[in-house]
T-cell receptor, first 112, second 112 residues
Framework: DGGITQSPKYLFRKEGQNVTLSCEQN?????MYWYRQDPGQGLRLIYY???????QKGDIAEGYSVSREKKESFPLTVTSAQKNPTAFYLC???????????FGQGTRLTVV | GEDVEQSLFLSVREGDSSVINCTYT??????LYWYKQEPGAGLQLLTY?????DMKQDQRLTVLLNKKDKHLSLRIADTQTGDSAIYFC????????????FGTGTSLTVIP
């Protein structure tokens, strides 16, 4: 079945370590997005990519990095520079042109 | 980013109608969306409306758009316990490529 898959569902990280969250889609979508969700703050855009080998910073990109080497993959690295990384991270994709965004099931990252 | 505002909480009795409100600031929105998020999961699209429409009805869901006041609402008729979730409005802006901006989310609790 077509869809968007995030892994892992739960992730624990020690302070000072980098960690990479996976996002894969087989919907043949051009655009992919990473959002961070905190209670009472809704979804905030971290990075987005409209096409392979291109990506732009969102509103809260500091402390994060991404790559888009393949159309179907858009991994997010949470670096040690991110001061408060504990959150729920959501990946999404769309065909572009403001068509519907499809979401993965999310990764809950906890820094211990 | 753009400001998309929602009330944080709403409680209704089973069988009553629910109305979830959203205000936004950018008048260049092309599409406006309503998403539903169940606990620990990603977002699922419920419905959307083009910015040149005033109303859209889809079974128990009615979306009203007041472009002049930049106000969007979602009415759920005959609300059921399974409707308990967080509801997000989102806008797609014509001048920002494929970006979506999400509201803070409204947590709907349906009381049996």
């Amino acid at each position: 079945d077509g869809g968007i898959t995030q892994s892992p569902k739960y992730l624990f990280r020690k302070e000072g370590q980098n960690v990479t969250l996976s996002c894969e889609q087989n919907l043949n979508h051009d655009a992919m997005y990473w959002y961070r969700q905190d209670p009472g703050q809704g979804l905030r855009l971290i990075y987005y990519s409209q096409i392979v080998n291109d990506f732009q910073k969102g509103d809260i990109a500091e402390g994060y990095s991404v790559s888009r080497e393949k159309k179907e993959s858009f991994p997010l690295t949470v670096t040690s520079a991110q001061k408060n990384p504990t959150a729920f991270y959501l990946c999404a994709s769309s065909m572009g042109g403001h068509t519907e965004a499809f979401f993965g099931q999310g990764t809950r990252l906890t820094v211990v | 980013g753009e400001d998309v505002e929602q009330s944080l909480f709403l409680s209704v009795r089973e069988g009553d109608s629910s109305v979830i409100n959203c205000t936004y600031t950018d008048s260049s929105s092309t599409y406006l969306y309503w998403y539903k998020q169940e606990p620990g999961a990603g977002l699922q699209l419920l419905t959307y409306i083009f910015s040149n429409m005033d109303m859209k009805q889809d079974q128990r869901l009615t979306v009203l758009l007041n472009k002049k006041d930049k106000h969007l609402s979602l009415r759920i008729a005959d609300t059921q316990t399974g409707d308990s979730a967080i509801y997000f409005c989102a806008e797609g802006l014509s001048n920002t490529g494929n970006q979506f901006y999400f509201g803070t989310g409204t947590s709907l609790t349906v009381i049996p």
